[in-house]
């Protein structure tokens, strides 16, 4: 199984990204889906996540009204647009995947079986 991310870059404070997260080996169609981030000497920090059926969407308060997450199970795929980007939000940002239908995400790093090779996030200021 891998999970393939990619998207990240070198952005001004106010810009856009969007992050996608490719996933072969397995399908996704069940799995709860989510979006980590994590600065050198801190722990890694739940981002979003959303439910296997995409009707269930949780963010962490710093990031709620300028991301969204999104996933597309036909395609194998979970993105993550990211609007409104500050100095803060600057962090490699990893994909992962729970094997368990949840009705909503875990936000405990523990709960994620497969993760991906991290993105990084620059927001210049």
């Known amino acids: 199984v891998q999970l393939q991310a990619s998207g990240g870059g070198l952005v001004q404070v106010g810009d856009s990204l969007r992050l996608s997260c490719v996933v072969s080996g397995r399908s996704i169609s069940y799995d709860t889906m989510a979006w980590f981030r994590q600065v050198p000497g801190k722990e890694r920090q739940f981002v979003a996540g959303i439910s296997w059926s995409g009707g269930s969407t949780d963010y962490t308060d710093s990031v709620k009204d300028r991301f969204t997450i999104s996933r597309d199970n036909a395609i194998n795929t979970v993105d993550l647009q990211m609007n409104f980007l500050k100095p803060e939000d600057t962090a490699v940002y990893y994909c992962?995947?729970?094997?368990?239908?949840?009705?909503?995400?875990?936000?405990?790093?523990?709960?994620?079986?497969?993760w991906g090779q991290g993105t990084l996030v620059t927001v210049s200021s």
């Open positions: 992962a995947a729970d094997r368990l239908s949840r009705i909503a995400s875990t936000m405990v790093v523990a709960d994620y079986e497969y």
